[in-house]
């Protein structure tokens, strides 16, 4: 057998190539394709072919699905626009740039584009053969024509390979081997059966008859090469038997991709790289080898192009569903394309509906980066038709309907589905355990949840927290609520959750000095923590340390510009500190965000009052105050003042007195009360 692509060196040494060895041959066949009609060697060859005797007589084609729409026109009309489309696009080139090598690319595919109509005029008169129904009958009309000599103990063993036990088929093919003893190919398929079994000892003691035999056996050398990577880790000596393999066909798509993986494992990801192209220049459509190239490039962080590779095996129809679920993975962590990994993960469901992992990820995206939430429980609740006795799709389904729908006697079915599930699992007797005291109120079963929790794992952080908050706030033992809390962080130093919990608890319980110590671990942990960031500066405020607590505020606000009360109080700071233009620009930031800030308003209002001469403005903040809370004080005296600049006394009176009526002594200087008593008379 001739093979053009492994034997023919160059474009220009096709004629020569098809005059010496393929012009002597008995039959040619040819695999009909969508890309065997859009290659440009594989048509001038043909075509070269097509200009000697006898090429319907000796011409086999065999056409593949994508092959087939030369059987109507317009699936010719396709072909006959492609080829005048290249011609268009290497005459443009021409026009830019004129050389040798572009003239030689024109004269092939003006060549191509004389001779196409005749050459599909000839395929459609041959009688093709379908791919799939020549397999199906094990070859037999290809021998028949061919009158190969060996096709009778070929068909054989085709049929002993459709046996599906392995068993049955070991039997029959040790039967064919008592009668042929020295057949290679019985030998390698016997080899192949031993190695599903996984009895590798016994496979790598065939393969190695095989190649004893016939030491150019390329496929016994690549599978014994592979058992010494996959069994027995032995990389350089399965590289040995790989590089023997090619040698003998340096076509072997297969031993390529072998020589990838092991130069992966051995962590040479370029080399690796270089061997699936050597793949994809042989076979541009191998999917294996694209999806192996773009894993690889993964691996190098080279994300582009790794996006590109996959892109391309899943243009080519990859069946391999990992490879749209790691395409979807890097579009939604690398490109941040949402809807576009949607669209992957959609498609891989057309292959393959039931794919646990592709509905879990799909209803991950819908649900955190689509806030799509009811296509998400969709696919989380169909996830559980699949892997019924999986609990992280029905812990998924409960936590959607309890935080997002409020629907918490619902979500409680669904954590109690998660629990008959996996009855060992902690995670959803805890989520019960809160869900129950924190929204159903049931503060006795969410306390026998939790301790449920704990007598499963003992050191959940999270389980640990919410029993200490259900300990305090429900059950008034502060005793044993700093217990958990303080057992929390032991638990786990490192933990912001623990740390950021026990330091609110420290600060209900008046204890600053030890919140503020576990804010600042918090905010050590994880520097973009506003809570801890802004809670540590409401302690420093309040101690009077306005350095601290200005620092901390301007934290806040450079990691969330929208972050409640932070502007309010830094304009505080500036106040006090006499920094009233940088006092105004807080309060005003404050009311941008938070346009029903009580005392943003009154602030403002003062400032623009006391330290601008700009009453009209003011009143505007005092009033909109007052239509907040109809009962502030600071509101109804202020804009008494200010009415009072604007109006006289007698408009500003009824303010005055509102404001004497709101007075507390206990909230409200005496100084307050004197002014009130000297306007009111």
């Known amino acids: 057998m001739i093979r053009d692509i492994r034997d023919a060196e160059d474009f220009k040494s096709i004629p020569?190539?098809?005059?010496?060895?393929?012009?002597?041959?008995?039959?040619?066949?040819?695999?009909?394709?969508?890309?065997?009609?859009?290659?440009r060697a594989c048509l001038y060859e043909v075509i070269e072919l097509l200009k000697r005797d006898n090429f319907d007589k000796r011409a086999l084609p065999v056409t593949l699905d994508s092959g087939k729409n030369i059987y109507n026109p317009n699936g010719r009309k396709y072909y006959y626009d492609f080829w005048c489309d290249k011609l268009n696009e290497i005459q443009n080139l021409i026009a830019e740039h004129t050389n040798?090598?572009?003239?030689t690319e024109k004269e092939s595919i003006q060549h191509i584009n004389n001779y196409l109509v005749d050459f599909l005029k000839k395929l459609v008169v041959i009688k093709s053969k379908d791919f799939k129904a020549l397999k199906e009958e094990n070859y037999h009309s290809v021998f028949k024509i061919t009158k190969y000599s060996q096709a009778p103990l070929i068909e054989e063993l085709f049929n002993i390979d459709k046996i599906e036990n392995l068993e049955e088929k070991k039997i029959k093919l040790d039967n064919f081997l008592i009668r042929y003893p020295r057949y290679p190919e019985a030998i390698f398929l016997k080899g192949r059966i031993c190695s599903k079994l996984k009895q590798y000892t016994e496979a790598k003691h065939y393969y190695k008859m095989v190649f004893e035999i016939d030491e150019n056996h390329d496929f016994a050398l690549t599978n014994y090469g592979a058992l010494l990577s996959n069994v027995d880790k032995k990389y350089d000596e399965a590289l040995h038997y790989f590089e023997r393999s090619l040698r003998a066909n340096n076509l072997n798509e297969t031993t390529y991709e072998n020589r990838g993986i092991v130069y992966n494992l051995k962590s040479d990801h370029i080399s690796a790289i270089g061997q699936f192209k050597k793949v994809l220049k042989i076979n541009p459509t191998n999917t294996f080898a694209l999806i192996e190239v773009a894993r690889t490039y993964e691996l190098l962080r080279h994300y582009e192009r790794a996006c590109n590779a996959y892109r391309a095996a899943i243009t080519f129809g990859a069946?391999?569903?990992?490879?749209?679920?790691?395409?979807a993975k890097l579009q939604r962590i690398y490109l941040k394309d949402f809807r576009g990994a949607v669209a992957t993960l959609e498609r891989a469901l057309e292959i393959e509906k039931d794919n646990y992992k592709i509905r879990i990820l799909l209803a991950l995206i819908l649900q955190e980066d689509l806030k799509n939430y009811e296509a998400a429980i969709r696919h989380f609740e169909y996830a559980t038709t699949i892997q019924p006795k999986d609990a992280y799709a029905y812990s998924r389904v409960a936590s959607i309907n309890a935080i997002e729908f409020h629907n918490y006697e619902l979500a409680k079915e669904w954590y109690l589905k998660t629990i008959k599930v996996d009855p060992a699992g902690d995670q959803a007797y805890s989520d019960l355990g809160f869900l129950s005291y924190e929204y159903l109120n049931d503060y006795s079963s969410g306390k026998s949840y939790l301790e449920w929790a704990l007598s499963i794992n003992e050191n959940n952080v999270e389980t640990n927290v919410r029993y200490a908050w259900l300990l305090h706030n429900h059950l008034n033992d502060k005793q044993s609520a700093k217990k958990y809390f303080k057992r929390a962080v032991l638990l786990d130093p490192k933990s912001e959750q623990a740390h950021h919990e026990y330091a609110l608890f420290m600060l209900e319980m008046k204890d600053d000095k030890a919140a503020l110590f576990h804010f600042e671990e918090a905010m050590r942990i994880n520097p973009l923590n506003t809570d801890a960031f802004f809670n540590a500066g409401a302690i420093c405020f309040n101690a009077r340390d306005y350095a601290m607590a200005t620092e901390c505020f301007l934290k806040v606000i450079a990691l969330d510009f929208c972050y409640p009360c932070a502007h309010h109080t830094l304009g505080q700071i500036y106040s006090m500190q006499e920094k009233h233009e940088l006092a105004k620009f807080h309060f005003e930031q404050e009311l941008s965000v938070n346009p029903n800030d009580l005392n943003s308003h009154i602030s403002l209002g003062t400032i623009l009052s006391n330290n601008y001469n700009r009453p009209g403005e003011a009143k505007i903040h005092f009033e909109r105050a007052i239509e907040l809370d109809g009962k502030s004080f600071l509101a109804h005296y202020n804009l008494g003042i200010v009415v009072n600049d604007l109006q006289g006394l007698e408009a500003a009176k009824p303010h005055f007195i509102k404001a004497k009526e709101l007075y507390d002594p206990a909230q409200d200087g005496p100084e307050f009360l004197e002014a009130l008593n000297e306007f009111i008379g």
């Open 16 to 39: 020569k190539f098809i005059a010496r060895e393929v012009g002597k041959s008995d039959y040619m066949m040819m695999i009909v394709s969508k890309e065997y009609l859009e290659s």
């Open 319 to 327: 069946k391999d569903i990992s490879a749209y679920h790691d395409y």
């Open 100 to 103: 040798s090598d572009f003239v």
